[in-house]
């Protein structure tokens, strides 16, 4: 039904888009074409969206992608050519058509001069010739999406956005939104993310790394994505740096509106599960009364747990953004605002899976079937305020407020198989739950930046920021149910029943992690010798705290075997720990204070430009958990120093081609949560911390050929090779006859890999397309269990050598791209494969749990109305492509264990399906 709504909406438009042709007469040898380029006289790139106009007429151009016009069918005689695009001057030029011809024109960008402050408007920053032009004249390895390719991309999240870079991939929400991003094979715990150049904390409980799915994309100028770090930048980041560049005080009035609505697939074939969120309890009662506090059945509610179905849920999206100038130029502001509420879901098998004592093969202990329904509530709010005080001073503030409630209902099927212990193929009880979690993060950002020119040739900038990030997960609750027997006196079965489960938990998580910060650079420029060179020396501070809020209380039935009635409100349950969980290991303090200093210099020597230098980075980090003073770990605290040198040359052969080679050293440090002594059950496994956790270090290498045949198009083809000690995964662990997932340090891993990255534009098409190609090697041991000689169970340890947990082989994406500029007409159709990848890593020889490759594909259409209109269609997932993962087979596995499933060479493990999703909306422009 979805696919028909979108499909008849992409043809309307694109069929409407022919009843407005440009004038066209008939063929005679009186008429003539004028054709041409229209570019920026200083910077040589062409302006996508300039008018061409013969006064007077009905004669026009509009330039397409790569900056080019024709207009045809003009007859011969004198006119007035007039040329426009917005912050540029206008070009009027007298002409004689007589024959054929072409114009090569250069455009100057608006000035003006207000008192000693000559005010000049910049080329735009947002279109993706800005964007070529930044990574052609970059000195490190970094490729740049703009506001122009993001707005007409098929994604409304920063997630999504950036698996378009090249060698980028997404790890995914258990509802299919991107949400990490996994740089050059490097798990998302080896890159850390910026808001305009300075870094913020995470609102993720667990982690440092930040959800990118968190920020809505159209608050954004364009997005940075630096692969090879320089000593001015922070040093932690093995994989790469993302940095969201939010909107600028544009040099002119803007106002710009857009709100659309749509639906998913999945709510079209089945009913989205929901509750109250206004019912659930924020805060604990130990949070609310103190530690002393003891509770009692009537400080909690049940009224949460009421579930019901929704048909079809509407998603909403609303955007604005205003700004101007004042003080006749002087003072920039501008205000930008977004709003998304949308529903999404997957529906998904899970095998729970163990290993035979027997062979060390993976046999099926448990099938789950979940239905996940989730409603999303984005919003984010930025403000930008500049201040030119005169040519040689300019003063900045920023402030951004991002939020992204998550409001979860999960129905949950779980059957026990009891297959591979020599029982043979069956099933075992069967339990139903339903789960409501609701998940509140934050984000709040102010920065107070100055750019200063001191005398000549001597520049300083600054920055003081204050970050503050925030995550809330109030009243955690799930109810089971599990089937049963009724007997009589004499035990003979009268009838099967569904029995409430006994226990009942109610958990509440909290965690806040606030950053104090300051940066300060100095830079000098010096030319001797034909030689232009830029000395910079600066550093930072960072004062880090986070605190960890836990509170988990149980319940147990009363009385304990209650049969299951149909509706939450007919069962009762006494409370078995009244005053929570205040000594568990998950309330807890930390903090990080992090000094970082370097020296660097640039040099322009012919056609070679250098950038090298040092960073050094003084980490002191600790921590005080609430856990029982016996418990080993509870406190601890870690000083080191990190010397991080680096490197890159860029030789210019030619005009258009570049080459370049880097190194550098960099860093990882393990999450603060990690270090924790913790114990707690999620969603597949029960997790534990490890604080004994060391940092990871990394040596980086880098070369990369780049030929750009204009100024959109370009090939680019890259190597890398990077040697990682200690590196940090998330593995499954044996402790006693439990299995936990835990983060361990795994000695020393390699990672390589090949990047090859083409855009090619044909006036109204265009092709953007990457591949790349990784490899990464780690050794560790694992367990191998097996029957001696003398029929007695046994386990040894080996070696296996495996990829980096998240790094998938083979990367690839194409996007095709039409534009038709009078039409005012544009189509995108992207493509994205990801190879497979380790996503858990076994304590057992050959059962890591691998994700299949996949395919996903995405269409979007815009068409203009008038001067100020667009409708867009975004269709996402077309092909409604899975997250399928499986453990690879050994040759001994017996296919009887699993007779029902077609397993091919692997056993399959989890298969997550969520539909197609679309959206239709209109925007405004002024």
């Known amino acids: 039904m979805i696919g028909k709504i979108f499909g008849v909406s992409l043809l309307f438009l694109i069929s409407i888009s022919t009843l407005f042709p440009n004038p066209v007469q008939s063929e005679s040898s009186e008429l003539l074409t004028l054709r041409g380029i229209i570019y920026d006289k200083s910077t040589s790139e062409p302006l996508t969206g300039a008018t061409i106009v013969l006064k007077g007429t009905s004669y026009y151009g509009v330039t397409g992608l790569d900056g080019t016009f024709i207009i045809r069918n003009v007859p011969r005689g004198e006119y007035e050519m007039n040329v426009s695009f917005i912050s540029y001057e206008p070009f009027i030029q007298n002409l004689e058509v007589s024959e054929n011809t072409s114009f090569d024109i250069g455009l100057t960008t608006v000035s003006f ?86 870094k913020i904390p995470s609102p993720d409980p667990k982690n440092r790394y930040v959800p990118l799915d968190i920020f809505p994309s159209e608050l954004l100028d364009r997005l940075e994505v630096t692969k090879a770090l320089t000593p001015s930048m922070e040093g932690d980041a093995i994989g790469g740096v993302m940095d969201m560049k939010m909107k600028d005080a544009p040099d002119r009035f803007l106002l710009s509106f857009n709100a659309g609505t749509g639906y998913s697939q999945l709510f079209l074939d089945r009913d989205f599960l929901t509750f109250d969120r206004n019912l659930t309890a924020l805060k604990s009662p130990r949070r609310i009364n103190g530690t002393a506090y003891r509770a009692t059945i009537d400080d909690f509610s ?38 998304h509420n949308t529903y999404r879901g997957a529906n998904s098998l899970f095998f729970e899976t163990d290993v035979d004592r027997n062979t060390n093969n993976p046999f099926y202990d448990e099938v789950q079937i979940r239905s996940i329904s989730t409603q ?37 099927i779980d059957t026990n198989l009891r297959i591979g212990r020599g029982q043979g193929p069956g099933t075992g009880r069967i339990s139903e739950r339903d789960r409501a979690m609701m998940r509140t993060q934050q984000i709040f950002n102010t920065t107070l930046q100055g750019n200063h020119e001191i005398i000549n040739g001597l520049g300083a900038n600054w920055s003081a920021v204050y970050s503050r990030a925030t995550n809330e997960e109030p009243d955690l609750v799930e109810v089971i149910r599990r089937s049963g027997t009724s007997r009589n006196p004499d035990g003979e079965i009268i009838k099967e029943i569904d029995l409430l489960d006994r226990d009942l938990n109610r958990r509440w998580v909290n965690n806040s992690d606030q950053d104090l910060a300051g940066y300060v650079n100095l830079v000098y420029t010096h030319s001797f010798a034909n030689i232009e060179a830029e000395y910079s020396a600066g550093g930072m501070y960072r004062h880090k705290e986070r605190t960890n809020f836990y509170d988990n209380y149980l319940f147990r039935a009363s009385p304990i075997y209650q049969e299951w009635l149909g509706n939450i409100f007919d069962h009762s349950w006494n409370l078995f720990n009244t005053q929570g969980t205040p000594t568990d290991p998950l309330n807890y303090e930390s903090y990080e204070n992090v000094l970082a200093y370097y020296a660097q210099i640039k040099a322009d020597i012919s056609d070679f430009q250098l950038l090298g230098g040092v960073r050094i980075e003084e980490t002191d980090f600790g921590w005080t958990s609430n856990a029982p003073p016996q418990t080993p770990g509870r406190i601890g605290s870690i000083k080191y120093q990190d010397i991080l040198p680096s ?50 270090t990394a040596d980086n290498f880098d070369v990369r050929f780049e030929y750009f045949p204009s100024q959109l198009d370009q090939i680019l083809v890259g190597a890398f090779y990077k040697v990682i000690d200690d590196p940090i995964e998330s593995a499954l662990q044996i402790s006693g006859q439990a299995i936990f997932l835990q983060p361990n340090n795994f000695g020393t891993a390699n990672n390589m890999g090949v990047e090859v990255d083409v855009t090619k534009y044909f006036r109204s098409f265009g092709v ?70 380790i996503i858990s890593v076994s304590p057992y020889l050959d059962n890591d749990i691998w994700q299949r490759g996949f395919t996903q594909l995405d269409l979007s259409v ?34 009887e264990q699993a007779p029902y499933i077609d397993l091919g060479e692997n056993l399959p493990v989890r298969e997550d399906f969520y539909k197609i999703n679309g959206s239709i909306g209109l925007k405004y422009n002024l």
Not at 120 to 149: D, G, H, K, Q
Not at 771 to 800: A, P, W
């Open 862 to 895: 815009e068409k203009g109305f008038g001067k100020h209109f667009r409708v867009f269609v975004k269709v996402n997932n077309l092909l409604n492509t899975p997250m399928r993962a499986d453990i690879l087979l050994p040759n001994t596995f017996n296919p």
């Open 768 to 837: 953007r397309a990457f591949y790349n190609f990784t490899d990464s090697r780690i050794t560790t041991t694992k367990i191998f269990r097996f029957r001696d000689d003398n029929g007695q169970l046994t386990s040894r340890e080996e070696l296996q050598t495996r990829p980096l947990q998240g790094q998938s082989r083979h990367i690839s994406n194409v996007s095709l791209l039409y534009k038709d500029q009078k039409n005012k007409l544009d189509v995108q159709l992207a493509m994205v494969y990801t190879g497979r990848r």
């Open 302 to 339: 049940i009224d949460n747990l009421d579930f019901e179905g929704v048909r079809a849920p509407l998603n909403q999206t609303y955007g604005l953004a205003i700004g101007d100038r004042f003080l006749g130029g002087k003072m920039g502001v501008i205000l930008a605002g977004s709003y």
């Open 113 to 198: 001069t207000l008192g000693t402050v000559e005010v000049v408007t910049t080329r735009l920053a947002n279109t993706e010739a800005s964007a070529r032009a930044t990574e052609r004249n970059a000195l490190n390895v970094m490729s740049v999406i703009s506001a122009r390719e993001i707005e007409f991309s098929p994604d409304v999240t920063v997630a999504n956005v950036v698996q378009r870079v090249s060698g980028v991939s997404l790890e995914r929400s258990s509802s299919g939104d991107g949400q990490h991003a996994i740089v050059r094979g490097m798990d998302k715990r080896y890159n850390y993310t910026l808001v305009n150049g300075i």
């Open 376 to 412: 999303q509530q984005r919003s984010g709010v930025h403000s930008k305020l500049d201040y030119r005080i005169n040519n040689r001073h300019k003063i900045d503030l920023y402030n951004a407020f991002i939020t992204l409630t998550d409001i979860q209902a999960r129905h949950r």
């Open 647 to 696: 490197i890159h040359l860029k030789y210019m052969p030619w005009r258009n081609t570049n080459v370049r080679t880097s190194y550098f050293r960099s860093l990882s440090r393990p999450n603060f949560y990690e270090v924790i002594p913790y114990e707690i059950n999620e969603d597949d496994y029960r997790e534990r911390g490890n604080p004994f956790l060391q940092r990871t």
